[in-house]
């Protein structure tokens, strides 16, 4: 089970940092990762964190602004987002990536973030 909180509504310029707490994970993990989906587009990727490395990756339109962390004892992952953009309005959602599997196969149930201008 994975479930994010964080989410809510902030100006343009703010920050805001999401959890995602999982729970009842019965395999090793690969990676953690952070998508969004704003109303009308298709998910994105926004990054991840690979489990043993701790090598972060993020796409290009956070690259800068987003940074990730992790929290082993608890498997729980944050993204801290700053400098948030009317953009990023979507709702997030983070999934985990099980060791030796070609991808994400487990999803929350997302969190709403809103960026006004």
């Known amino acids: 089970q994975l479930v994010e909180s964080g989410g809510g509504l902030v100006q343009a310029g703010g920050s805001l940092r999401l959890s995602c707490a999982a729970s009842g994970l019965t395999f090793n993990l690969n990676r953690m990762g952070w998508f969004r989906q704003a109303p009308g587009k298709e998910r994105e990727f926004v990054g991840s964190?690979?489990?043993?490395?701790?090598?972060?990756i993020f796409s290009d339109s956070v690259k800068g602004r987003f940074t990730m962390s992790r929290d082993l004892a608890k498997t729980t992952v944050y993204l801290q987002m700053n400098n948030l953009e009317p953009e990023d309005t979507a709702v997030y959602s983070c999934?985990?990536?099980?060791?030796?599997?070609?991808?994400?196969?487990?999803w929350g149930q997302g969190t709403q973030v809103t960026v006004s201008s």
């Open positions: 999934a985990v990536h099980p060791a030796g599997r070609d991808g994400y196969e487990f």
């Open positions: 964190f690979g489990w043993l490395s701790g090598r972060t």
